[in-house]
């Protein structure tokens, strides 16, 4: 079973308040009056498929927008891709697409209820649906879009892929070999400056922490007076001078007074004891507080080699990194830098003949894959104009030419579509050739070809019928029902030609309502297709356009059961 999009749900887009639509498998045609909303349908599946819109695509009055859309039985390949991206379907294969748009035209994301963006939306709606449209008639106008086609019928892409790999290893070695090939006058000097900054960081002996040191240093010896003055206080406390008693004095009397109290009161030698450690522990404050005072007792000079150290640090910041790890990693940059220059004869040796080798190796494919193209050139000229023949175009002759071009990303072909709209006369491109209506049919007949050569099982033509009417309208519809064998197609169209040939046929009405119109997508029986075709054949409703309408029908049933037989 094929992959297809089994329903959209749309709120509040344009004149669209809220729509549910089941599609179905093969060939389903939309239809409706002029300005019904059938573009708006397209617009919305284009929104869940993550392409970008207009702010003003949610319903006036409304402060957001939602479409969501649910898809059944995707491809492997579909599956596989939606896994690299982080975003597998469910057990049973699905997959629920959903974007809200705010008035303010933000958007919210989800796939399978889970938090995406609008770039991966994108990657995944074009994995799923193939809109072909109006915009899609241009990019037929472009023959730089020419070549994309060529390759996909020619099953070309594995051998581009390999190809642009050679060409990517040629180019980063011609991007190597340029970077080392510097004239001799820039490379010398290159090489003084490169050694006077490695001499020069060298030559500081930097050692990571040791500026945190120094700072703390500095910030000591600037301020050993306030220190010294308040150790000197803190000593005299403690241990008294030659005017005054200090503290330990008074602690030691009072634990020799409770020591003699404790021989005749019970539990006073718990507390003397008590008083005893807490007058070893004074000591010991005394004797750091000592040793302060003797770290305290430096040289005034040793200040001035911290701030000149300091200073020859933050020189060395200014220059090569915020922090000693950053200078020191400049520091390696540099050697090897110096080293590469040094050795850069060697290099560019080295480098110019592995230069030569991935040219020759990218050549070599890009030869390939010319030849592969003219072959499927020739291939897809003739497939697309037996289409075309059907689709009654028989005049019409296709030449796809393939120019040699300098190697490039895409390889060494320049790929147009030309076209003779009448036998004996000269091809030309197609943008100077094609109408509309041409345009149109030229597109299905290379869809139709490259049918087999794409993994996207659901496709969606919108304005097909542009230009065209009558025997090659119907010629039109019954491609479409053909592709629809092994696809799922959707098509909006305003020809009974087309509509009528469609396996299931969903009508686009509008209705205004207190002011304010709606819109609503339905789909239609047997009755409701005769009157719809009706409509579009004869612009109402008679007699004779019902019986019109049931011969396209009947007409149709025939061809089917033809067909099957």
Request: contains cysteine.
């Amino acid at each position: 079973m094929k992959s297809m999009l089994v329903s959209l749900q749309i709120e509040n887009i344009a004149v669209i308040e809220k729509a549910g639509i089941v599609f179905d498998a093969g060939f389903n045609a939309l239809t409706g009056e002029t300005g019904a909303g059938k573009s708006i349908v397209i617009d919305s599946i284009n929104a869940v498929l993550g392409e970008r819109i207009s702010r003003d695509l949610v319903r006036t009055g409304s402060r957001s927008a939602a479409v969501s859309a649910l898809f059944t039985d995707l491809s492997p390949g579909a599956v596989a891709a939606l896994e690299e991206l982080g975003y597998p379907p469910d057990e049973d294969g699905s997959l629920l697409i959903q974007r809200t748009i705010s008035a303010d035209g933000k958007s919210a994301c989800r796939i399978n209820g889970q938090l995406a963006t609008v770039a991966i939306l994108r990657a995944a709606g074009r994995l799923l649906v193939n809109i072909h449209g109006q915009h899609e008639n241009q990019a037929l106008l472009s023959p730089e879009r020419h070549v994309e086609y060529l390759d996909r019928l020619g099953g070309l892409l594995p051998q581009l892929e390999d190809y642009r790999a050679s060409y990517r290893k040629m180019s980063d070695i011609r991007s190597q070999l340029e970077a080392a090939d510097m004239d001799e006058a820039e490379k010398a000097r290159r090489l003084d400056m490169l050694r006077f900054q490695i001499e020069e960081i060298e030559a500081a002996g930097l050692r990571p922490g040791e500026e945190e040191k120094l700072t703390a240093q500095r910030r000591l010896f600037r301020n050993a007076e306030k220190i010294a003055g308040a150790v000197l206080g803190a000593r005299t406390a403690l241990s008294g001078d030659e005017e005054t008693e200090g503290a330990l004095s008074g602690v030691s009397k009072a634990v020799s007074a409770v020591q003699d109290a404790a021989r005749y009161m019970e539990g006073a030698d718990e507390l003397a004891q008590r008083m005893e450690t807490a007058l070893y522990d004074l000591e010991e404050c005394a004797e750091e507080l000592r040793e302060y005072s003797q770290r305290l007792d430096f040289d005034p000079s040793e200040l001035d080699e911290t701030e000149n150290r300091l200073e020859s640090i933050h020189r060395l910041k200014m220059k090569y990194g915020g922090s000693a790890e950053e200078i020191l990693a400049y520091l390696e940059k540099a050697q090897k830098e110096l080293d590469a220059i040094e050795t850069s004869d060697l290099l560019i040796s080295r480098l110019t003949k592995e230069l030569k080798a991935a040219e020759a190796a990218a050549r070599e494919k890009a030869a390939a894959l010319t030849a592969a193209r003219r072959e499927a050139a020739a291939r897809f000229s003739r497939d697309v104009m037996a289409q075309l023949e059907f689709l009654d175009m028989p005049g019409v002759s296709l030449e796809v030419a393939v120019e040699a071009v300098p190697l490039g990303n895409g390889g060494a072909d320049r790929v147009e579509f030309l076209i003779a709209a009448n036998p004996g006369e000269p091809a030309k491109p197609i943008a100077r050739i094609a109408s509309g209506g041409e345009l149109s049919r030229i597109m299905l007949a290379i869809k139709s070809v490259l049918a087999d050569a794409d993994d996207i099982d659901t496709l969606i033509f919108d304005e097909i019928d542009t230009g065209i009417s009558g025997r090659a309208a119907r010629k039109v519809g019954i491609k479409l029902r053909e592709t629809a064998a092994s696809r799922q197609v959707l098509c909006v169209t305003h020809l009974a030609q087309i509509a009528s040939l469609a396996h299931h046929h969903l009508l686009i009405a509008k209705t205004v309502r207190e002011g304010r119109t709606y819109t609503e997508v339905r789909p239609l029986d047997q009755t409701g297709r005769e009157g719809e075709l009706a409509r579009i054949i004869g612009g109402e409703v008679t007699d004779a356009t019902l019986q019109a309408a049931r011969e396209m029908l009947g007409k149709t049933g025939r061809e089917s059961l033809e067909k099957t037989e």
